[in-house]
């Protein structure tokens, strides 16, 4: 299967992204900029929702008018922490998704990823799903957070972030060709800390100020 990475290159979206990028650019704004990014991201990743036709009445007629077809709302799965960020967008622009939560840290000598709490609906089967980082660097959480929620079966998968490496992009491709991947920028390389360059630094500590 053709692996597919869709670069989302709005000109808002990538306004805001150099505005985040930049160091002196503080944690609020930060926050908020990634925020109204999820947003536009949300509104590309939406794009093929199938619709079906209800029989509605305007004040002034009946009319068929196009209503979205799936019987359950998607799920958006975050990756904590920095997922909670592109999380608060998309709940903006899709309030009826329901929310899973995986938590992974990067162990900081092998980059490996460490699962450390998972929290999804129970009906996950019948959902399609987002799963939300800012950052595939290595691909290491990514990997990992698509292989154990295939593990909850449901309808479909796409991946969405913020930035992505080229090297974590063709890592995670390999494990997971049928996962789509959406992000606003395919970056130059990781760093040997596993730090996307030029990126915008550590994505969690920007978000919330910590260090
Ligand atoms: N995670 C981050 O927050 N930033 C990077 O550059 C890579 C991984």
Do not use: W
């Not at 503080?26 to 036709?53: C, G, N, S």
């Not at 904590?80 to 938590?103: F, S, T």
Request: one cysteine or more; a negative charge; charged letters at 20%.
């Amino acid at each position: 299967m053709a692996a597919e990475v869709i670069v989302i290159n709005h000109p808002l979206v990538q306004h805001k992204l150099t505005l985040m990028r930049q160091k002196q650019t503080h944690t609020q704004d930060f926050r908020r900029l990634l925020k109204e990014i999820a947003m536009l991201l949300a509104y590309e990743v939406t794009r093929d929702l199938p619709l079906k036709y209800e029989t509605i009445q305007t004040p002034l007629t009946e009319m068929e008018a196009p209503v979205l077809a799936a019987d359950k709302s998607m799920v958006i799965v975050s990756i904590m922490r920095a997922g909670q960020g592109l999380l608060d967008g998309m709940l903006e622009l899709i309030p009826n998704a329901k929310v899973g939560h995986i938590g992974l840290y990067r162990e900081p000598i092998t980059l490996t990823a460490v699962e450390y709490y998972l929290k999804l609906p129970i009906d996950v089967e019948q959902r399609d799903m987002l799963i939300v980082d800012p950052m595939l660097a290595t691909g290491n959480s990514a990997i990992a957070a698509v292989d154990r929620l295939k593990e909850s079966n449901p309808l479909s998968i796409k991946f969405v972030c913020l930035l992505a490496a080229p090297e974590g992009l063709k890592h995670f491709h390999e494990q997971h060709p049928e996962v789509p991947v959406y992000t606003a920028s395919i970056d130059h390389y990781l760093d040997k800390h596993g730090y996307i360059i030029p990126g915008l630094g550590d994505a969690g500590d920007r978000l919330y100020g910590t260090k």
